[in-house]
Structure formats: structure tokens, C-alpha cells
């Protein structure tokens, strides 16, 4: 080997250590931001359900909730911190006296639930998002049992139970797990009554992936409409590097990489921490819709999909509404659809500290000659005015027709946010009233975090960020009509 040979090896191997060096060091501090591990964010539980349990295609229903029922007692075995020396003894979700442990409420809403109905006018699957559990659309499923629907809320695999489980979840295991549980529903119904779909955030994507395998496949009964809260159309671009960590995380040193974030866990129904490697599932779903929207449109089959309802708030975090209107309703263009708005609220004070007012993107949407479906927006009434108005345009139509809901901003809320479309304002967890008298009350969405900074344990944006829907009384009005005569 020649001295010139020699010289570019060594500058190659020198650029590989210095790269390595700069992998290391960006890792050392991820970490030191990062809060401590506890057992629930490691040990993993040996009965959750996955995909390949039902390969063979004789696990029902009922072998999925008695896999349920031995999965959240290893939960209450193993993870449970009997000593509360690791769990907040008061607000700890694995302490076994908590004010967070659902253990001790009257109803684990973390479980599968089912209302049933003696003669149900149709049957609803209830899908929750990511890190969610079934609680989030529990409301949606007793309004939508009110008005005669047999109802089933599913707890997708790797929620309502640790944050480690979801480390180990798949969308295998969620598509697979859903198909149980719509195959038990069509049995429910028999050759009568409509099969509506529900999904939030996570779980809308996962209603659109059923329906367009539905399309495809004769065994698989296609739903007769979706409904939406905040759907997780389009994620974060940096959702495609959750994966990045493993160059390092196999080392013990490294584990804390495996986590977006490591939270105390005080939210009975939520997980506070997040697995990096969950939101590379939701990207996988999330782009998998995308693409099979598209060919949908392409091949001319938009008509086949059934009518979609949704609802979303102008402000969100997660999801634009961009997203959602260019990869779903702009490439379904049914009239049957309808997408419906939450405004920001333009006479708070707090719009002069937006970064970005969202309400640029929303009057570009409204500034469009019209849409091939219903728009719906709720906005204050003018911009001195905390009462609001309902503005609808129907699919083709040119001008907004406008209702007065009766409703209004509270004081001190400037928007909404993607957590809190699903759930009414009197929720006994995250509502900003309290709960009717002899419900339970864990005020989370009720907490007051103004004081000193540095002083708490968590951020405060986690505590101030809206849990709740002061405009549900119009949801609900929207999802009582699904069922009138």
C-alpha cells in the first residue's frame, strides 16, 4: 500500500471516530434532559396481545378480553409500586393508594368496554390515539348507546396498561386487534343496522386504514360512516427518525434515548411519557393512508368510501388541518362529508403573542370558491364578542350559512387543542367545570399552574394545554342527529 493509500484511510477512519464521537456526545445530552426511568418505563408485561396470535384465525373477541383480563392483572402484580417510593403517593397512577390509579376508580375505562343494546339501530368501534386508552371517546360511545347503537371501545395493544408496553406495539397488532373486534360487531348486527367507525387522532388513521381494506376485502364488512376527532392524517416530518436512537440505545447507558419524553405518571388515562419508537408506527400508518388515499382517487374509487364527519380544532399541534383536508377530503370530494372547524378565539389578548396565527390558514380554506364537501366553522361572533357562530357551506355551494349555537368562549381559553375535541367540559378528569355531583373528580384539566418557575416537576405547558371542548354541547347535538329517525 502506497503512502497516499495509507493517508486516505487514516483520514477516513479519523472522520468515522470524530462521527462517532459527535453520535456519542449528541446522546450523553439527550439524555441529561431526559427524567428517570421507573419500572413501568422498562419492564415489559408478557400478556399483551399481538398479531400473530391471530394468524390462524380462530382468536374471537371473547379470547381477546380474557387475554385483557390477565394482561391488567400482571399489570397490578408486577408494576404497581406497593412501597410508593418510585410513584407519587398521591398522584401516582402505579401507586396502589394514587388519586390516579385507575385501579381505584368505580370503572378502569384503560379496559375494552362494551355497551350493549337489546335491539341496536346499528354498531359503533371506538378507536382511541396514541398513548390514549379507551376513555377518550368513552362520551361519544354513551351518547351514541343513547340513541339505540350497540357500542364497543377497543384498547389497542400497548396502551391503558405501562408506557413500556408501547414500546413493543405494533400497527401488526393494532390492524389485527381492530379486525377482531369489527368481526364481533358484524356478528352483533347479523344482515341489519350500520356499522360507524370513531377514531381520535391515532385512531381516525387506523378507521381509514380499515375502510380502504374493507374496500378490498369481501370478508370485511365496509362502515357506513366514519366519525373523526383531530385525525392523525399528516405527523411531524421528524416522526420518520424515531428510530434513530437504536444506533445507541442498546447500550444500558443509552436507554433513556428510547424516550421522547419520561414523565411522572399522574394521568390515570394517558401516558405523560412517550416511546420514540411509537411514533415511527404512527408514521408508517400515517404515510401508509396518504399513499392509499391517493391511489384510491387515482383508480377512481373515492365514491366506495363511505361519508366522513369530522372534527378538529384550527390550533393543533399535532396534526394541520392542511393535512387533513389535502390527503382526505379534498381526494374523497364527496358532498356527504363534512369537516368541522373550531376557530381560534380572536378576542383573546393572547393573539398578540402567536407565533403564527392559525387563522390565516383556515380563511385561506374559506376564501376557496367551494368545496366538493360541507365546511363547517365555529367563530366568534365578530372580534369583541365571545359568543360564537356556526358558519356551514354546503358541498359546491358559494356563500356560508350562518346559526347561532348559544355558545361562547370561556374566559382565559384562546383556542382549542388536539387533545381536547373528544371530551365535554364537565369530564371528571379533564373538564374545566366540575363533574356532576357523585362523579368522580380528578381535576387535571381544572389545575391552576401559576407561580414560580423551576418549581414543578413536569413542564407547565403539560399542565396549562386544554383538556376539554367547550363547544361539545354542539358535538354532541352533531352525534345525537346520527341516530334520529
Request: without cysteine.
Amino acid at each position: 500500500m502506497n503512502t497516499r493509500a495509507r493517508r486516505t484511510l487514516r483520514i477516513i477512519g479519523l472522520s468515522l471516530l470524530a462521527l462517532v464521537g459527535v453520535v456519542v456526545t449528541i446522546g450523553v445530552l439527550a439524555q441529561r434532559d431526559k427524567g428517570e426511568l421507573a419500572p413501568w418505563h422498562t419492564e415489559r408485561l408478557e400478556t399483551e396481545f399481538r398479531a400473530r396470535m391471530a394468524r390462524d384465525g380462530d382468536f374471537d373477541w371473547a379470547d381477546y378480553l380474557q387475554l385483557e383480563e390477565r394482561l391488567f392483572r400482571e399489570l397490578d402484580e408486577q408494576l404497581v409500586d406497593p412501597s410508593g417510593e418510585l410513584a407519587n403517593p398521591h398522584w401516582g397512577r402505579f401507586a396502589p393508594a394514587g388519586t390516579s390509579n385507575p385501579a381505584n376508580f368505580p370503572r378502569n375505562w384503560n379496559r375494552s368496554f362494551e355497551f350493549e343494546s337489546a335491539s341496536p339501530i346499528g354498531a359503533v368501534l371506538l378507536l382511541h390515539g396514541l398513548t390514549d386508552s379507551p376513555y377518550s371517546l368513552r362520551r361519544t360511545g354513551e351518547i351514541l348507546h343513547e340513541r339505540g347503537y350497540h357500542v364497543l371501545g377497543l384498547r389497542l395493544p400497548g396502551h391503558g396498561t405501562a408506557p413500556s408496553e408501547l414500546r413493543d406495539a405494533s400497527l401488526k397488532d393494532w390492524r389485527a386487534a381492530i379486525r377482531i373486534a369489527a368481526a364481533h360487531l358484524q356478528e352483533v348486527l347479523g344482515e341489519g343496522g350500520e356499522l360507524l367507525l370513531a377514531g381520535y387522532s391515532n385512531g381516525g388513521a387506523l378507521a381509514i386504514d380499515y375502510t380502504i381494506d374493507s374496500l378490498d376485502d369481501e370478508s370485511l364488512r365496509v362502515p357506513d360512516r366514519l366519525i373523526l376527532f383531530s385525525p392523525a392524517i399528516g405527523v411531524s416530518r421528524m416522526a420518520v427518525l424515531a428510530r434513530a436512537h437504536h444506533v445507541l440505545s442498546f447500550m444500558p447507558y443509552f436507554k433513556k434515548l428510547e424516550w421522547g419524553g419520561i414523565m411522572p405518571e399522574y394521568d390515570p388515562y394517558k401516558y405523560n411519557s412517550f416511546p420514540t419508537d411509537a411514533g415511527y408506527e404512527t408514521h408508517l400508518l400515517t404515510g401508509s393512508v396518504r399513499k392509499r388515499l391517493a391511489q384510491l382517487q387515482q383508480r377512481g374509487a373515492s365514491a366506495d368510501f363511505p361519508p366522513v364527519l369530522s372534527f378538529m380544532s384550527l390550533a393543533d399541534a399535532t396534526v394541520k388541518v392542511e393535512a387533513v383536508v389535502s390527503a382526505l377530503y379534498d381526494r374523497l370530494a364527496r358532498p356527504e362529508n363534512e369537516l368541522v372547524i373550531f376557530d381560534v378565539n380572536r378576542r383573546s389578548t393572547m393573539r398578540d403573542f402567536f407565533r403564527l396565527d392559525p387563522a390565516v390558514r383556515l380563511q385561506e380554506l374559506k376564501d376557496r370558491p367551494t368545496t366538493p364537501y360541507r365546511l363547517t366553522v365555529l367563530s366568534n361572533r365578530d372580534d369583541q364578542s365571545d359568543s360564537v357562530l356556526v358558519g356551514t357551506r354546503a358541498a359546491g355551494a358559494t356563500e356560508f350559512e350562518e346559526s347561532d349555537p348559544g355558545l361562547e368562549w370561556p374566559r382565559g381559553i384562546y383556542s382549542l387543542s388536539h387533545v381536547a375535541t373528544p371530551f365535554p367540559q364537565d369530564d371528571p378528569v379533564y373538564g374545566l367545570v366540575p363533574p356532576p355531583e357523585g362523579a368522580l373528580d380528578l381535576p387535571l384539566g381544572r389545575l391552576e399552574p401559576r407561580g414560580e418557575r423551576g418549581l414543578l416537576s413536569v413542564p407547565v405547558t403539560h399542565l396549562t394545554r386544554l383538556r376539554s371542548n367547550p363547544f361539545f354541547p354542539y358535538v354532541e347535538r352533531r352525534l345525537a342527529e346520527l341516530g334520529a329517525p
